[in-house]
């Protein structure tokens, strides 16, 4: 299976501050990477698709970008619904493997 | 939108039979996938497999051995069935819908404990 692995696995920022989060593929997954956002208790919400589509209805504050095995997703302007636990999927093979998860709070 | 049902507890063993009931649209309708995943408490998401509309599925191998996936396009819904549950199959499960390469639509999940 592909590895995904994510960094940080944990971060604080301010309402207002720019924040990247990364996600490292195990070998080339071309554009399939996609990023979802969790809220606790709730099911994870998709972000972007094909590393810097974004969802319907997702504000332009989000970005991703990247390819191959390296990606990243940018969050500029944070807002207080932005705190969440963020998470990188690859979906080139099956079976879809999720990275571990960045979790978002406030300092 | 994707509604999961079943049981909450399942004792180690058994079988765990969730049922995914998909309204505002025909299960049959368009090119999607319907899928199962799961996260246990505290970790992250696992996909565990998937059904096309014609019917073919495709499986997580680390499940398959104990995996069905199946379709009920009269009553708009698909299930799943994991045999031979242990505490580690203890999660919050999901269903949703894959549209190309990415899970736009999600259930909002249900939590499935195997104790006895």
């Known amino acids: 299976d592909i590895q995904m692995t994510q960094s940080p696995s944990s971060l604080s920022a301010s309402v207002g501050d720019r924040v990247t989060i990364t996600c490292r593929a195990s070998?080339?997954?071309?554009?399939?990477l996609n990023w979802y956002q969790q809220k606790p208790g709730k099911a994870p919400k998709l972000l972007i698709y094909?590393?810097?589509t974004l969802h319907s209805g997702v504000p332009s504050r989000f970005s991703g970008s990247g390819s191959g095995t390296d990606f990243t997703l940018t969050i500029n302007s944070l807002q207080p619904d932005d705190f969440a636990t963020y998470y990188c999927q690859e979906t080139y093979s099956t079976p879809y493997i999720f990275g571990q998860g960045t979790k978002l709070d406030i300092k | 939108q994707l509604q999961e049902s079943g049981p909450g507890l399942v004792k180690p063993s058994q079988t765990l039979s969730l049922t995914c009931t998909v309204s505002g649209g025909s299960i049959s309708s368009g090119s999607h996938y319907w899928s199962w995943l799961r996260q246990p408490a505290g970790k992250t998401l696992e996909w565990i497999g998937r059904?096309?509309?014609?019917?073919?599925?495709n499986y997580n191998p680390s499940l398959e051995s104990r995996l069905t996936i199946s379709v009920d396009t009269s009553k708009n819904q698909f299930s799943l069935s994991l045999t031979s549950v242990t505490a580690a199959d203890t999660a919050v499960y999901y269903c949703?819908?894959?549209?190309?390469?990415?899970?736009?639509?999600w259930g909002q999940g249900i939590l499935v404990t195997v104790s006895s």
């Open positions: 094909a590393v810097s």
């Open positions: 059904i096309y509309t014609s019917g073919s599925t």
């Open positions: 070998q080339s997954i071309r554009t399939y």
């Open positions: 949703a819908t894959n549209s190309g390469t990415y899970f736009d639509y």
